[in-house]
């Protein structure tokens, strides 16, 4: 069952960035990811995502989609905005060494012992811990952070052979930066139960 929740909080997690609509203003660093967004697939464009980085003021998106580029730090034009590439992945437990920031980690965290999660009341015992990554600013790891918490605050995982489970934000960090690598973190922690 612990995978199967796994699974659900992953796919719960990936629904961050919002998928980019035609004729919508943006503001400097939002992020989206296109409408044919996958996360796993190689296909062209299919799995990154794009922050605005330059705009004319108030300045609306394309009535049709661009061509995303593919290139991690190219560039992708849309009317009168400029969307930078980046793989916005999720990943469980830790991100693999080299992988592109921003990114974010997930993962279990428990006292109690993996055998003990065959009664539901020990299921209410299943926390996760997330991690959002940035290598751009304060500003940039907490609009990551507020994405994720669009993405998982109050919502209802789908896990497989089970009925919903409710996924509560119990805690989330201040910006920590580590200046040997240069990185900004924000921690994030949730409580998983039978909805």
Do not use: H
Not at 95 to 107: E, K, N
Not at 110 to 121: K, L, N, R, Y
Not at 144 to 170: P, Q, Y
């Amino acid at each position: 069952m612990i995978s199967q929740v796994s699974v659900g909080f992953y796919n719960a997690l990936k629904l961050y960035p919002e998928i980019w609509v035609a004729s919508t203003v943006y503001t400097l660093g939002d992020v989206v990811k296109p409408t044919t967004y996958t996360s796993s697939s190689p296909a062209e464009g299919s799995r990154y995502s794009y922050k605005c980085t330059a705009r004319v003021t108030d300045y609306k998106s394309g009535a049709s989609e661009p061509a995303w580029g593919t290139t991690i730090g190219g560039t992708t034009t849309d009317s009168k905005i400029t969307w930078t590439t980046y793989d916005g992945k999720c990943y469980q437990v830790k991100a693999p060494q080299g992988a592109t920031v921003p990114y974010v980690t997930f993962g279990l965290e428990t006292d109690v012992p993996i055998g003990t999660f065959a009664s539901q009341v020990a299921i209410e015992n299943l926390t996760f811990w997330v991690n959002a990554f940035s290598s751009v600013s304060t500003a940039d790891v907490s609009e990551i952070a507020d994405e994720v918490m669009t993405a998982l605050d109050n919502s209802s995982l789908t896990i497989t052979g089970r009925v919903s489970m409710k996924c509560v934000r119990e805690f989330i960090s201040g910006t920590i930066f580590d200046i040997e690598t240069g990185i900004f973190q924000i921690s994030l922690r949730y409580r998983i139960w039978v909805d």
